[in-house]
């Protein structure tokens, strides 16, 4: 596959995760733009050279890890090492934006060295921003200490009596009660949104917690293929049904 090309849509990841801070920042009243227009010469391959390599050019493009590991370590590193204030980690839906390209495919294209490449695996690159009104930012989780605890999430109520185990910025999702931070997670996402979404309420819950899952959805069904791990974050072996098939309608019903 040209890696110059969009990812189709198959291809595409759902859930996306910025870190950002006062340095590179591109969230502002709820939009997210890139720090520049047009495409540097009017070239696509120029303007993703300049954009991986770090040139500080200005450019249309915004980068997001699919990855939720990669992107507390991301966070880590911006705190530590770049002095790093107002951290934020912001969850999006990606799926559907038409121009999204898979960054270690375009920096092995490129011909960068192997440490390179190794920084952009399980990175896209967005052509243009996101609008508010599209709806996309699921969560904002802030902090500026490095610190991190362990909770718990659960997809629910797609995937009912599932739980799973995350780690998130310390008092990003306070609770000083109970390390299940569903409600807290569901809260931050209505805020931003203004209305519930089960489906991508249930991605960000897997994403976050780094399940290896594909959602497939037919126009009348959603379904969550969620390999079962031998080992990890899962904490209950027993609830568990792959593929879970949701019957859209169910949802339809649910949130009116």
Not at 2 to 8: E, Q, S, Y
Not at 115 to 141: M, P, Q, S, T
């Amino acid at each position: 596959m040209d890696p110059f090309k969009p990812l189709p849509p198959h291809r595409q990841p759902c859930v996306g995760f910025r870190v950002e801070c006062h340095l590179n920042r591109t969230l502002y009243l709820g939009d997210m733009n890139p720090r520049g227009w047009p495409l540097i010469n009017g070239s696509l391959r120029e303007t993703l050279d300049a954009f991986l390599s770090w040139k500080h050019e200005s450019t249309p493009l915004i980068a997001f890890f699919t990855s939720w590991e990669k992107a507390l370590r991301r966070r880590n590193w911006l705190i530590n090492k770049r002095d790093g204030a107002d951290v934020v980690i912001i969850a999006v839906w990606l799926k559907g934006k038409p121009e999204m390209y898979d960054a270690h495919a375009v920096a092995s294209a490129l011909d960068y060295p192997e440490d390179r490449l190794e920084f952009h695996k399980e990175e896209v690159i967005l052509y243009g921003g996101i609008k508010a009104y599209e709806n996309r930012i699921l969560a904002c989780l802030p902090g500026n200490s490095s610190s991190v605890e362990e909770i718990k999430l659960s997809p629910f109520p797609l995937i009912p009596k599932l739980r799973l185990r995350t780690r998130i910025p310390v008092d990003s999702l306070p609770n000083v009660w109970d390390s299940d931070r569903t409600e807290e997670l569901k809260f931050e996402m209505h805020r931003l949104r203004g209305f519930p979404d089960e489906m991508k309420f249930c991605a960000l819950v897997l994403s976050m917690c780094g399940q290896d899952w594909k959602l497939e959805d037919d126009g009348y069904r959603i379904t969550f293929n969620i390999p079962r791990p031998t080992w990890g974050p899962l904490i209950n072996f027993e609830y568990w049904f792959n593929p879970y098939v949701v019957d859209k309608k169910d949802i339809t019903r649910r949130i009116t």
